[in-house]
Structures are given as structure tokens and as C-alpha cells.
């Protein structure tokens, strides 16, 4: 082969493979099949668990420890009495999740891999002591587990102070965000 084509070749290799690398999302490390597999099913160890932004905070950063070495970090949030609370209601962000997935593509997804996963209390007291159940008869807590995502950024403000305060329907859905 003369050394021409191996530049070619070189070439049409270094193109093709920074295709690869640059067409995954920086944030997501996995695929979100296998993400949302591992969450969902898979066994793991709390390698790490965190209070979110202030000591005492319901929301958790986590790791979770699995057996194929393929940890995850992520947003862990227990939900309270009902499963629904003020700040609180792991159903809108699983349904937002979902909802995406019905017309954007993997690639476009605004909501990291977001999901439920419910456990008895007598064995969920293992991870937080002091924890009440979600639901009574029987027992269950509920725990909304969301991707952890790094890289973040905002486009422009998004906060409007005066339509927070006149508006009520834009008040409880920015509350609940």
C-alpha cells in the first residue's frame, strides 16, 4: 500500500471515528436502554449518598456501586407522605421524562433517564433511618431516581418575578420544577 492510501485511509478512519466520540453527549455515559435498565432492575451498593444542596435536604446525590463496574451518579429523591408535596412530586419529572421519549430523539433529550423504584420501609430503613413511608398498607417508599447530569447550562433568565407573582398557574408550575 502506497502512502497516499494510507493517508486516505488515515483520514476517512480519524473523521469516522471523531463522528463517534463527538456524537455522544458528554453528560451521558451510557446508553440510556442500558441507563434506565440498571436503574430499574439492577442490584447495586450506595457507594456514596449525599444531601443535595443543604444538610437535612430530601434530595440525595448518589453513586451507586454496580457488579459490572459501570457505576452511576445520580439524583435520589424520596418521596413524602402521599407522594405528592410541595417541591416534591416525583411524578412530574418521570412524566416529563416519558413524555419526551414520545417525540425526540435519544440525542435531543431534555430530562436525563428518570424513574421509580419503590421499596418496603422495613428494608428502606437501611438507607435513610429516619425515613416515613410514601404509602401506608403496606408500607412503601417511593424513590424517584434521576442520571446525574455534569455539564448543565441555562439559556437566558428563566425566572420572571412578576409573572410568579400574578400569575398562579405559572407560580405552582415554577414551583414544582
Known amino acids: ?3 497516499s492510501n ?8 480519524t473523521l469516522f471515528l471523531s463522528s463517534i466520540i463527538f456524537g455522544q453527549d458528554s453528560n451521558i455515559a451510557f446508553p440510556v436502554e442500558e441507563i434506565e435498565k440498571k436503574l430499574k432492575h439492577d442490584e447495586f451498593e450506595i457507594f456514596r449518598f449525599r444531601d443535595l444542596r443543604f444538610e437535612g435536604d430530601i434530595g440525595k446525590r448518589v453513586i451507586l456501586r ?11 429523591r424520596r418521596a413524602l407522605s402521599g407522594g405528592h408535596a410541595f417541591n416534591n412530586a416525583p411524578r412530574f419529572e418521570i412524566a416529563a421524562y416519558e413524555l419526551q421519549k414520545l417525540f ?10 428518570t424513574l ?11 438507607i435513610e433511618a429516619d425515613a416515613d413511608p410514601t404509602f401506608k398498607d403496606p408500607d412503601i417508599v417511593l424513590v424517584m431516581l434521576q442520571y446525574w447530569l455534569n455539564t448543565v447550562t441555562v ?13 398562579p398557574l405559572y407560580a405552582k408550575h ?3 420544577t
Not at 439559556?155 to 400569575?167: A, H, L, M, S, W
Open 155 to 167: 439559556g437566558g433568565e428563566v425566572y420572571n418575578k412578576e409573572k410568579f407573582n400574578t400569575d
Open 116 to 126: 421509580a423504584r419503590g421499596y418496603t420501609l422495613e428494608s428502606y430503613k437501611s
Open 66 to 76: 454496580y457488579a459490572d463496574k459501570k457505576d452511576l451518579q445520580i439524583k435520589w
Open 104 to 113: 425526540l430523539d435519544e440525542s435531543d433529550f431534555v430530562v436525563p433517564p
Open 1 to 3: 500500500m502506497n502512502w
Open 174 to 176: 415554577f414551583a414544582n
Open 6 to 13: 494510507k493517508i486516505k485511509i488515515q483520514t476517512i478512519l
